[in-house]
């Protein structure tokens, strides 16, 4: 389905999906993609009725509670011009899998297709929709990225990011090897396989020390939490960041797993 447009010469309303992650573990995230959407020309919103998109019960079977969740999804976004994630996970639960849930439906199915035509990933959103080529940022240091699963294969986010990174004054990226291989997180994965997620993790990191970036970026929050967790209990010095707050250029604040100063 092709993404509705704004009225010609109107800013598109854009909802912000903050995710459950973000909103709990790292609000800087959402104020950078706040900036960077406004700065791209949106009037952006965030629906105070948003809740979690409802793939932990997806992904453990439990169809009824997420198709539940997911209606309040529907409910609360579908007002909007479109609906962008800080997430490649969470945006492709509602794009690829919200389909899924509703099929078949008369009532619900064509509000969830109609929500997927319009739901985007934060960078994705910025360069295939708004033409964004540039931020105003600056990062003096090497970064690495990590294609997380859901933005790289169901969303085909690669290329995005890299594109705007490239305009960050000060920025080198070194790329590692493998930079599209699972970091080991997968959601619940991580809960019920533990053993398998942290053999897949130390994999990762270890190809994220030998690239030799001094911060690891990437767009979805439950990666970053995996890695820099794993980074930190093998005491590397990477500092691990989502991409948006450093294409927004806040990154004042510590790092993923950092205390900040003056705090014990």
């Known amino acids: ?28 995230v959402g104020f950078a993609a706040v900036k960077l959407l406004e700065d791209a020309g949106c009037i952006v919103e965030v629906p105070a009725a948003q809740t979690c998109c409802g793939q932990p019960a997806y992904n453990s079977g439990d169809r009824a509670d997420a198709r539940a969740v997911a209606e309040g999804v529907i409910r609360a976004f579908e007002g909007y011009d479109f609906v962008v994630a800080p997430s490649g996970s969470c945006a492709g639960m509602i794009k690829a899998h919200y389909g899924e849930l509703f ?36 990062f003096e240091g ?8 859901s933005g790289l294969r169901e969303l085909g986010i690669k290329a995005q990011p890299r594109s705007l990174l490239g305009t960050v004054d000060g920025l080198t990226l070194k790329e ?32 994220i020390r030998e690239a030799g970036a001094g911060t690891l970026l990437a767009g979805d929050l439950g990666c970053l939490m995996n890695m820099a967790g794993k980074l930190k209990r093998e005491g590397s ?14 990154v004042e604040g510590p790092a993923i797993g950092e205390k900040r100063k003056g705090r014990d």
């Open 142 to 149: 090497s970064v690495t990225y990590h294609d997380s699963c």
């Open 176 to 207: 590692m090897k493998d930079t599209d291989v699972c970091c080991g997180f997968g959601g619940t994965f991580c809960v019920k396989y533990g053993e398998i997620s942290d053999k897949i993790v130390s994999k990762k990191t270890k190809n």
């Open 103 to 138: 099929h078949g439906d008369p009532n619900w199915w064509p509000r969830a297709d109609a929500l997927a035509g319009k739901t985007f990933e934060l960078v994705s959103f910025l360069v295939d929709v708004m033409g964004v080529t540039q931020v105003e940022a600056a």
């Open 237 to 250: 010095g990477v500092e691990v960041r989502h991409v948006a707050e450093v294409l927004a250029g806040m």
């Open 1 to 28: 389905m092709t993404a509705p447009a704004a009225a010609a010469g109107s800013k598109p309303r854009v909802a912000l999906f903050v995710t459950c992650l973000v909103d709990l573990f790292r609000p800087t």
